[in-house]
């Protein structure tokens, strides 16, 4: 028995090293000189694989793959979809040339969203990012079948848009209101122990995109002054309409004090 279980680690082990192999072998950083029209200078340009999700199935092994602008920001992105260790050469590539990721790796999903048994190819880039503040930007690519496999990007309505739709947010006094349909929720701004501020209330900065149990959620912060001064939280629920991804309900979710948590 120790002689089989023996066995099967050092078959992982080695399945593993081919995996890597491979994939180094399939997409590897790659460098391409440019000319600049005007001062003939020429440039290079670094092409990485940013961010990868990897599949027991060839065919659903998903690269993001980009050019690097400096030591953080990327751009000019390459959706790849296919290749590895049992790769045919039936990779498919979507370009988008207008991507841009401000720092750190983009996030990249790859589940089923709008509930037809195909799984999408979800990306979520940075679009701002700096003290307290992050932007986030959706790309969703649909899997469709007509009869062959391929990728159509769809529009996603922004948290920014389905908030101001949904959610009315007012103050009155020390007392913030946060309106989502026939619901109420009130927050005594006092509780939080912030430094006080008689600015009216704010949604955003703090951004967040991402799929659960095949659905689409968006999240950001309601707040007072600064991002860092949270009274809570707002969930984007999105529904696929045949066109696009619309947000259909928002729910609020208040913060705790710090002291009350103590």
Do not use: C
Not at 140 to 146: G, I, K, R, T
Not at 159 to 185: F, S, W
Request: aromatic share 12%; glycine share 8%; net charge negative.
């Amino acid at each position: 028995m120790k002689k089989v279980k023996k066995m099967f680690i050092i078959f992982i082990l080695l399945l593993s090293l081919v995996l890597i192999i491979s994939f180094q072998k399939t997409i590897i950083s790659s460098a391409k000189l440019t000319q600049d029209p005007q001062t003939g200078k020429q440039d290079t340009i670094q092409r990485v694989v940013t961010s990868h999700i990897i599949s027991d199935l060839w065919y659903e092994n998903i690269f993001l793959i980009a050019d690097k602008v400096d030591s953080m920001a990327t751009k000019n992105f390459t959706v790849q979809v296919g290749g590895g260790v049992d790769s045919i050469g039936g990779e498919i590539l979507f370009n988008f040339p207008n991507w841009y990721n401000d720092k750190f790796a983009p996030t990249l999903f790859y589940e089923d969203i709008n509930g037809d048994g195909l799984k999408d190819v979800i990306v979520e880039l940075i679009s701002g990012a700096g003290s307290g503040i992050s932007l986030k930007e959706i790309h969703v690519l649909n899997q469709v079948q007509d009869p062959y496999r391929r990728y159509e990007e769809v529009s996603v309505e922004t948290i920014n848009d389905a908030v101001k739709r949904l959610v009315k947010i007012e103050r009155q006094g020390d007392e913030i209101t946060v309106l989502i349909g026939n619901k109420k929720y009130v927050v005594d701004y006092l509780k939080f122990g912030y430094q006080y501020s008689d600015d009216p209330p704010g949604f955003g900065s703090r951004e967040d995109y991402k799929p659960e149990n095949g659905v689409l959620y968006g999240y950001t912060t309601v707040f007072v002054t600064i991002p860092e001064a949270g009274i809570g939280s707002l969930k984007v629920k999105y529904g696929w309409d045949g066109k696009m991804y619309k947000a259909e309900s928002v729910t609020f979710e208040k913060t705790e004090p710090l002291h009350l948590l103590n």
